[in-house]
Each structure stands twice: as structure tokens, then as C-alpha cells.
């Protein structure tokens, strides 16, 4: 049976960003430095040296430029000191196949035993892809290798694609991100006891994005369209997602989140948590928006996920008023449902 839903829900609502005046806009330009990656045009050549030389010559008040062509990303990449950067991006960013690599090699995200194969963080970024750039994961070839395996949930050392890590006042707009090794996008701030350092996002927009994780041969959970974790002001907006799993998901602390006119195909809708995985530490997300979206053959439109012992989590402001919604099909509004994970 497929479901068709067309909500809007309004839980709080969010305070603008402000807009640029086009002096403002003009002055970005002047005295740029510009670094246009040259793309090797052979997957056995990696890339990312390329691609990282790029980001330490113009990541700071420069703009660097992705050609229209394929760019053959065969290692892992640590972006995070941008600062009032722009990111043309017209190619297709396309991450080896080199599953041992990747298991042995890909950065740790300090969540879990998550890993991720691209980290780019930094202030006043705006990545444009101009509705033509990719990111593509190759993810067909992790799809069949972890139905192979024991383990097929959280495998450690398979990356997400990419993480935008201590990203704040940036927008991402225009990109498709296709066929994740795993987890696409994790927005995120955390702080690690041994350095006592905090790095967090906050006060992003992305904007007319497309996630399609379906497989051409195979399917796979855990690709999920987009996770926060302990990050703020966050704006989702025209975002269409294929998702085997969640479509967006908002983990530990995640607050002040928008996610508005946008469509979900399959998977899980979008979800609340898990939080309260852990003793002793408190864990919240508050003051959500979702507003004019659709969900097309989803388990749920939005369900939240508490952690059934109960360690230690709060939702709050999220009392779910409906408004205007279009049931069309057999599904009752109470399959908008809260449920616990899967322990």
C-alpha cells in the first residue's frame, strides 16, 4: 500500500536570517583570490590533494571552483578553517570504491562510532551547486558489501559521505548528494573531553537539495537524507529525499530546526532522536518547525524517538499542531505517530 501525505506542522516559529544588501553582496568580490581544481580525469588518480591544496590557498576570503567534469575523490578530506569562502561547484565529486581504505582511513566525528570520508566546517561559507553539482558516495558498492557482513547497522569505519562540522552563518544550496556510502550530511557541533575544544554549527541554510540513496542493484538502511546532532538555527528548505532510512533526523541537542517545503519518498519520514541513549547525559531537541511538506510512501511523517530507559531526554515545544492536512489515501492521521527506536 503506498501513502501519499501533505503536512504542515508548526511547532515554533523561527526568526529569519537576514538578508544581504547588494553592496554587501558586491563587496564579497572585490580582491579575491580564486582557485579553480584541476580534475586528473582518471579515478587512479586521487583528487583530494587537488581538491585540499584548493581549500589552503583560497579557503580564506577566496573562492574556489569545481569545473564541470568528475573529480575522483580517493581519500579523505579535513576542511575546517574556512572563512568567507565561496564554493562554485559545477562537477561531480565521486568517492572511490575502495572499501578497506575507507574502513581504515575514514575520520572519526566524535558521535558514537560514526566516521565520515569529507569534514568542511568554517564561517560564512556559501557552497553552490547551481542545481547541477554532485557529491556522489558510489554507494551501490558499500549497499551490497554490508548485506554481507554481521553487522549491518553503524558499521564502524563506514563513512558518511560528508559533515559539516563547526559550520556557522553558511549556506548550502543547489547539490545533490547521491547514493551515500552511508549517512549524508551530519551537522554538527561536540566538545571532546581531552581538549576541551567546542566546535559547532550554527545559523545554516540549505536550500534546494536533493538526497537519492536508492541503489541501483541494492538497498541498504542507515541512509538517512540529513542528521543534526547538538547544533542550532538549522534550515532545511526544498530538500526532495530517496531515503532508505530517516529523511531528516534530529539527534542530541538539536534545536531551533526548520525543515519546510520539501518531499520525502520512502524510508522513515522524519525523526525525533534517538536521545537519552546515555547515563548521565542530558540530551534535548526543542523548537522544531515543519511546515508544507510531503511525505510519499513513508513509514511515518514525523515520529520521535526516546530511549526507552528513559536516561535522560526532553522534547520540548513540539505539541505538533496540524495544520491543513491532505489525506489522500487510506492512512489516518494517527499513523503520524511517536514510537521508540529499535533497541
Known sequence: MRCFWAVSVLCTLLAPIAGETAAQEAEKHVGRNTCTVKASGTNATDDAPAILNAFKNCGRRGKIVFEPTTYYVNSALNVTW???VEIDLQGNLLWSTNISYWLANSLDVGYQNQSTAFILGG?????????????DGNGDYWYEWIRQQPNTSNYPGRPHAITFNGLRNSVVKGVSFLR???WWVIISWWEKESTMSIIYSHNVILDSILVNNTGNRFQSSNTDGADTIRSSGIKFNNWTVYSGDDSISL????????ITNSKFYNGLGIALGSIGQYNDQFETIERLNVENCYFDDTLHA????????Q???LLTELQGLLQDLDRRSEWLPSKWRWGWPRM
Open 311 to 313: 536516561r535522560g531526554g
Open 82 to 84: 574556512l572563512d568567507d
Open 123 to 135: 564561517n560564512n561559507v556559501r557552497l553552490n551547486g547551481h542545481e547541477r553539482g554532485i557529491f
Open 251 to 258: 539527534k542530541a541537542n538539536s534545536t531551533d530546526i526548520s
Open 302 to 309: 514525523v515520529r520521535a524517538r526516546l530511549n526507552k530507559l
Open 180 to 182: 551515500s556510502q552511508m
